[in-house]
């Protein structure tokens, strides 16, 4: 039985045959009581989530084709888009973590196909496509990958010829990044070291095909970078697959080569096999072989060019040498210069005698000088700086001697002196009185000396002070001979 939803808004829906009432509806036309119907009532939620359930059963794995518009990236790293076609459009998302592992970049009105599972937004009742895959209908997802990266770089002028630096004439230290397992790294080497024995080879191992290839390869980069005296770079890898290939393809590596601070040779794959990093780079060799040979045939070119210059020089010598015999010969047999090579010869013998002369004196100076030098020899000699010393020793020990006395003798003095004054002081001290038997009677606070009875009164106490030790006493009479009781019960 067709759904009316299947038919065209404006036909209008078949007409139906009236249903024959059944065997039991003269039974209740006669009495009979129908059984109640019970009705379920759904909530909007319920109905919403009954939905979901049946689209995700079904629906749980499907391909879609349309094209993209209103595609937004949001700022939790998640793509919103819509998929349409010439009548329908569905409403669909990409998450983060399955976005990042897209080869191209999506944009309107690219036609894709999507692989995911149909779902409902339960807040909007609306169903949505949740995307798992994409790729680019009928064009490669690689291949369009590629070509935004190209345009994009392009148009920030990365590709243009006037950054491209000259190579080295003469590098003495070559940079290369490449993996140690491959055969580019060992042709290379084999290249440089025949042709080119006395280069410094920095190598710095990295992957050159996998998902990590392409940070190890800007990493690697930037490490050469920091090596001082590399003059040249040589990145590259041997053949393969696009697919093999795309680390060099990266972003991150295109941009890693055009900050390096000094010529980049890129050398990926065969000759037919062309790479972002091939445009960026300064120079492009179809092979790792033909990178190292380029290297090499500028040395080649500077020696060439030694030997020609060499040539060159070596020839316009003999030329001028020889106009210069032919001018002298035509010279020389002319009658102004007849008797020119005897007046040349005296000249010859004057100048050979002048030479004699002043070797001569040259020599005399010299022994007087040497004669002067013996004379100030012996001079030296005879001058003794060892007794000399000696000497001063010697007055230095009786002069040190002489002042250890004087010294001496002014402390013996001086403790005499400290003796008698010292004795002096002890007859006068209080405590030689104390010493004697005598005692010094304060009142209690002591502030004050007490000389007569005049001071205190009976049942003050009185402190009193004996050569060695201290008496808390209490007066009881006062008279004139005044009886001193300490506290204990002593008598004084």
């Not at 496509?129 to 790729?135: A, K, T």
């Not at 009928?138 to 990958?145: E, F, K, V």
């Not at 998902?211 to 001082?228: F, K, M, N, Y």
């Not at 002043?358 to 007087?368: H, K």
């Amino acid at each position: 039985m067709s759904d009316l939803f299947d038919l065209p808004f404006e036909d209008e829906p078949p007409e139906l045959p009236e249903p024959q009432e059944p065997a039991s509806a003269a039974v209740r036309a006669a009495g009979a009581v129908d059984p109640p119907v019970v009705r379920r009532i759904h909530t909007v939620t319920e109905l919403t989530v009954r939905i979901r359930d049946l689209l995700e059963n079904d629906l749980s794995e499907i391909w879609v084709e349309g094209e993209l518009s209103n595609c937004r990236l949001w700022n939790t790293g998640h793509l919103y888009f819509t998929l349409k076609d010439s009548a329908t459009q569905l409403r669909g998302f990409m998450f983060r973590s399955t976005l990042r592992y897209l080869k191209f970049k999506p944009e309107d009105g690219q036609r894709v196909v999507a692989r995911g599972k149909i779902t409902v937004y339960e807040p909007k009742g609306e169903y949505q496509l949740v995307c798992e895959h994409l790729e680019p209908h009928g064009l490669g997802a690689l291949q369009l990958a590629f070509d935004q990266l190209k345009k994009r770089l392009h148009d920030e002028g990365l590709f243009d010829p006037a950054r491209k630096r000259p190579l080295p004439a003469l590098p003495r230290k070559i940079g290369i990044v490449t993996s140690l397992d491959g055969a580019a790294i060992r042709d290379i080497i084999k290249i440089l070291r025949r042709r080119y024995p006395n280069a410094h080879l920095v190598v710095r191992p990295t992957r050159v095909q996998g998902d990590e290839a392409a940070l190890d390869i800007a990493q690697g980069l930037r490490q050469i970078a920091r090596v001082p005296g590399v003059d040249v770079v040589i990145v590259g890898r041997g053949g393969g697959s696009m697919e093999d290939l795309w680390a060099f393809n990266e972003e991150r590596v295109a941009r890693a080569i055009a900050r390096m601070p000094m010529p980049v040779i890129s050398a990926i794959g065969h000759e037919t096999d062309t790479t972002i990093a091939d445009f960026v780079a300064d120079v492009r060799a179809p092979t790792p072989s033909a990178a190292a040979e380029i290297v090499v045939s500028r040395k080649d070119e500077f020696y060439a060019q030694i030997d020609r210059l060499r040539d060159r020089a070596h020839g316009a010598a003999q030329r001028c040498v020889q106009a210069l015999g032919r001018r002298v010969h035509v010279v020389s047999g002319r009658s102004a210069f007849a008797g020119f090579p005897g007046r040349v010869a005296m000249r010859g013998r004057h100048a050979a005698e002048l030479t004699h002369a002043l070797l001569r004196i040259g020599r005399g100076a010299v022994a007087g000088r040497a004669r002067r030098i013996q004379q100030l020899d012996v001079q030296l000699a005879t001058f003794d700086v060892g007794r000399r010393l000696a000497g001063i020793h010697t007055r230095f020990v009786a002069a040190e001697g002489r002042l250890t006395g004087a010294v001496r003798r002014r402390q013996d003095r001086a403790k005499a002196q400290l003796q008698q004054i010292v004795g002096r002081l002890e007859s006068l001290s209080p405590l030689a009185v104390l010493g004697r038997g005598y005692a010094v009677c304060w009142t209690e606070d002591r502030t004050r000396v007490l000389r007569d009875t005049a001071g205190v009164e009976p049942g003050d106490s009185v402190k009193v002070t004996l050569a060695r030790g201290e008496l808390d006493c209490e007066v009881r009479a006062t008279s004139a001979t005044t009886e001193v009781t300490d506290r204990d019960g002593g008598h004084e």
